[in-house]
């Protein structure tokens, strides 16, 4: 990934030197003092989208971040953007089942994400989010829709990226969600399944197109996955 010009420390009322933070494979992450600064390819709406998401979240027991506005108003400026610092350790997906269940019942039928789509959309459009099936090949993306089709058609929100880098416990023993980046409304097996050890099909298939031009080496490593 080239790297990203120098965050807009100011627009936040932030001074400091930016300290590289683990992870981040398709976006920048820093920290500076009490505050992580990201890039991301979001649009304000994308972003603005998250703020009810986050609030059920919180009522389903998780901790989250709070995205910060900056001194004008919006949440995303020079393609960065704000939150607080949540420190904790690295856990199993598999303790937040019970929470991330109840988040999507909240948010059963929620409106789509501006600029995403889900599996089941993708079998008839081409792009959302990261996705761009046009840029991949032909052969690829029909094995690829065949998966998703059969997808239920059942849709709530899903935090789209569920690892033990992304799900924290903290001094308190509170569970931490972070890294919503991946967010959107698509059928609830892409949060559940993931936590079993033998992720589905559909949810292979959308980790190589989402990765197919931001992480190209682990994209074309799962292909394997869709050949005959």
Known sequence: MPLAPSPPLSAWGLSGAPEALAGGFRNTVLRVGDHVLKTTRRSEAAITWLLPVLHHAGDAGLIVPALRRAGNGCFVVDGWTCEPYLPGAPTSPSVIAAKVQAMHAA??????????????DL?????????????????????LRAAWAKVPSQRTVVH?????????TDASGRHVLIDWDEARCDAPLFDLRPLDTHPSRAALAWEVAACWQLEPDRARALAHHFTD
């Not at 059963?108 to 599996?119: E, I, L, V």
């Not at 079998?123 to 029909?142: E, F, K, N, W, Y």
């Not at 789209?160 to 924290?168: C, E, F, P, R, S």
């Open 107 to 120: 948010l059963r039928d929620w409106p789509q994400r501006p600029g995403f789509a889900s599996a089941r």
């Open 160 to 168: 789209g990226d569920l690892n033990a880098q992304n799900i924290l």
């Open 123 to 143: 079998c008839t459009r081409d792009c959302g989010g990261d996705i761009d099936l046009g840029a991949m090949p032909a052969a690829l993306v029909r094995r």
